[in-house]
């Protein structure tokens, strides 16, 4: 027999790792709790009406098709029996390996408050960024009603994005265009260009893994588009007025019917099962501890990657993108095939190929390699290595068509207020 | 003061209504409690995993936002207050008017069995469509998982659409398409292609609008794809196992995990709010009895256009389509803006251009004037006046893209399983 290779979640490191096993002697299974990938870095162009869900997801049973050795599993992994090396799912259902890898990611943190999740969307599933949607508009359509409170109006007008690392960056900066550029001509009883848009960020300066000359330059780009940027603020309390913020020793309130959460992750629930099962110890992210090729300590069979993995290089945790996931899926399944063919594998080694954030139309920052750039060519290149990365996706002519579009027409026209309270 | 005109409904009716008001000198305010415009008629296109709901939805401050007479308010209409001519939304505010413009179209009807609609999802929203699609791409996902009962896999693996009408015969098509065609390499424990497709029919032939010459052309059609249709049989129940069906004596039962809504529809309560105020009589599917200028007997300021009115013309009931809604909204508006010049209207007089339903690839009926036909001509006249309609929408030239692209590649991209209970 074959040996069996279960994965468990889709995203970049699984997926990449399912392709990089199409050619190897090994029975795959694909197993996630959703039909689709989601191409994530694009996440925020469907928050603001720029794409569709359809256009950055794409069914993950179309995407391995044709890879014969492979098969796709919609199932929620609930349990890991590691003596028995099997996968325990919703239906208690078990499905064997004799390597598995753990890709599931990671999900929103709220610092020990889950109680702000209701009053602060975070932006990791297509249902995140369409309830995002439906805020950012409906906070507008209800400023347009309400003739009577210039208060409640002006709560209405005001979006506080809670972290200024890159998805903080983006969320701001579209909603930015969006009242000063797509809106412009929509409302009668409102300017959407008086909207206050505050970024907060915990530390001294926005974007605060990149090198300080790309932070200056997002937020100075930021200021232009019209965003508040307010570093060395922390959030103190979250509810349905608005945010609390603490600077220095000074408080402040942000009354706003918008806040959105773009500041802390943690890595999915299966790193909590293993470190029941292993007795590991995670770490303050809730990641699980790896060896140099990945596997957990005494336990060669089990390989974690992508945002569940916490991976040391030079002392540092490996950043939380798409690339290291897919360098990661692509290094298990590497790994898997030298096993079977008895050959020794090098350690894991992250290849960093620069850092991306885009701001808004012909504005982001770059760090590619020795350089470090902003503003038109930086958004070009980001424009670029989307597209490229995209490559996987069947929908790329139409994201290209659409963004060609939107472009050329300042407009963003997926400005749906859907879902089920919308009925 | 220049007249007040209130529209309620951003569909066919209401939209082209205000479009047709764009230089009339009139203040025009259109009401809708959803915040865009809704290409219906290819709704099952989103439901089958064609199209994006942002494909075919349109936010309806974009379409007016050049139109300097109009506002657009996002709100629903509760009551109105047919005395003091004021609309009364749902947060009590009231809207005055000087002619209302009642266009809030029809909704589903269950023929008295309200407990089917939990079963049997019907096709009018988004929502509803998103819903469908999920429904049909999970039901695949079960028979794949279930490795026991060949019984309950047989029911996973049948889907039973009610009502043979033209979006009964487009659901049943692309159903059959994506079984067929779409997911054929997909899976590796079932076989999407021994789906089994129902279509049942109460009358003795589908598309009973139709002349029976395309009836007939639209049942072989169908039985090629591997639907098998089923006419002259009632639905008498549904519930969680399937659809029991009454045809003639004999009564049949359908184990299916699948149930469509095709057959009934009933106009919106805003009939029954008139009713209340106003003693009408409403018809046997709740529309307004309108006059020969579609307006209400004794109100002259109060019009009622598309699928809410009860218009008979050679003593029958006008069709529930698109094409009624946009010609009476259109007279509608020149109604209004010749008694603002004091000039007589002639009675409204519906057009009728043709009939269209397409079955899937390369196969629709029609009828166009004396012509009747089938086949690729069909299909060919469905996509050519279906791109001419959505003229009025941005997105025509990604609907277009995409369809190139699912044609040649024979494949549905947006197959996604999304919505609250998928989070």
């Known amino acids: 027999m074959r040996p069996r290779v279960v994965i468990v979640g889709g995203g970049f490191g699984g997926l990449y790792a399912a392709r990089s ?11 996630d709790r959703r039909n689709f990938h989601l191409f994530q870095p694009l996440l925020y162009q469907v928050a603001t009406g720029a794409l569709s869900p359809g256009e950055i997801a794409s069914p993950l ?33 078990r499905v064997p390996y004799d390597t598995v890898i753990l890709a ?12 702000w999740e209701a009053f602060a969307p975070g932006l990791k599933t297509i249902e995140d960024a369409t309830e995002i949607r439906s805020r950012v508009l409906l906070a507008f359509e209800q400023a347009e009603k309400n ?16 972290g200024g690392g890159p998805t903080g960056v983006e969320l701001a900066g579209a909603i930015a265009e969006i009242s000063r550029d797509t809106l412009q001509k929509d409302f009668r009883s409102i300017n959407p260009a008086d909207a206050n848009i505050f970024l907060i960020e915990g530390t001294d300066r926005l974007l605060p893994a990149y090198p300080p000359k790309l932070s200056h330059a997002a937020e100075k780009a930021l200021i232009k588009l019209g965003v508040q940027t307010r570093t060395g603020a922390m959030v ?13 020793n000074s408080v402040a309130e942000f009354p706003a019917s918008t806040v959105l959460w773009a500041a802390g992750v943690a890595a999915s629930p299966v790193g909590k099962i293993l470190s029941d099962r292993l007795g590991l110890t995670l770490d303050y992210a809730g990641r699980v501890p790896v060896e140099p090729d990945l596997s957990i300590a005494g336990h060669p069979e089990i390989l974690v990657i992508g945002d569940l993995a916490a991976f040391l290089q030079d002392g540092k945790q490996v950043p939380g993108v798409a690339p290291t996931a897919i360098q990661q899926g692509r290094y298990a399944a590497k790994l898997i095939v030298n096993r079977v063919l008895d050959k020794k594998t090098e350690p894991f080694r992250y290849f960093d190929k620069g850092s991306l954030a885009t701001i808004g139309r012909n504005q982001a920052v770059a760090e590619i390699g020795p350089f470090q750039f902003s503003g038109i060519f930086a ?15 069947e929908n790329r002519l139409l994201i290209v068509v659409q963004w060609a579009y939107d472009y050329f027409t300042h407009n963003r026209g997926a400005r749906l207020i859907t879902g089920e309270q919308q009925k």
Request: proline share 2%; no cysteine.
């Open 21 to 31: 096993l199409r050619r190897a002697a090994v029975d795959v299974t694909l197993i």
């Open 61 to 93: 049973r179309y995407v391995l098709n044709g890879q014969k050795n492979t098969r796709v599993l919609l199932a929620e992994v609930v349990d890991i029996d590691v003596d028995k090396r099997e996968v325990v799912l919703d239906d208690r259902s």
């Open 104 to 115: 599931t990611g990671a999900t929103h943190s709220y610092f020990g408050h889950p109680e």
């Open 147 to 162: 003739t009577e409170s210039p208060e409640v109006r002006r709560a209405n007008l005001t979006f506080v994005i809670v």
């Open 236 to 248: 103190t309390g979250i509810d349905e007025h608005g945010v609390t913020v603490k600077t220095g």
């Open 379 to 393: 958004w070009l290149a980001w424009l670029f290595i989307h597209l490229l990365y995209i490559v996987e996706f």
